[in-house]
Nanobody, 122 residues
Framework: QVQLVESGGGLVQAGGSLRLSCQAS????????MGWYRQAPGKQRELVAT???????NYADSAKGRFTISRDIAKNTVDLQMDSLKFEDTAVYYC????????????????WGQGTQVTVSS
């Protein structure tokens, strides 16, 4: 199994910045995609940004130009730098990885963190 632990959420004023971090651990064979999703109250979970092993990135339109995703392959970490935060960025942010565990190395599986709250005050 793969465990994900997020950190860095909190309360910030509009226009401010936060940096989210996620550490993957456990029986990891390899990690392909790492990323962040978010879910606001009453809304579905949505993509924020993802990054592959070759550092190819994908951003939601709402995140482009404001958020930057990065990863450290050796440390199995993924970060999300969020700048120019807006009230509508308020949500629970979830770390996501697509990984192969040592128990089942032939089959990639999705894993999710427990989420970290980001609240942006207007």
């Amino acid at each position: 199994q793969v465990q994900l632990v997020e950190s860095g959420g909190g309360l910030v004023q509009a226009g401010g910045s936060l940096r989210l971090s996620c550490q993957a651990s456990g029986s990891i064979f390899s990690i392909n995609v790492m990323g962040w999703y978010r879910q606001a109250p009453g809304k579905q979970r949505e993509l924020v940004a993802t990054i592959t092993r070759t550092f190819s990135t994908n951003y939601a339109d709402s995140a482009k130009g404001r958020f930057t995703i990065s990863r450290d392959i050796a440390k199995n970490t993924v970060d999300l730098q969020m700048d120019s935060l807006k009230f509508e960025d308020t949500a629970v942010y979830y770390c996501y990885v697509q990984a192969r565990s040592r128990i089942s190395p032939s089959t990639p599986q999705p894993y999710w963190g427990q989420g970290t709250q980001v609240t942006v005050s207007s």
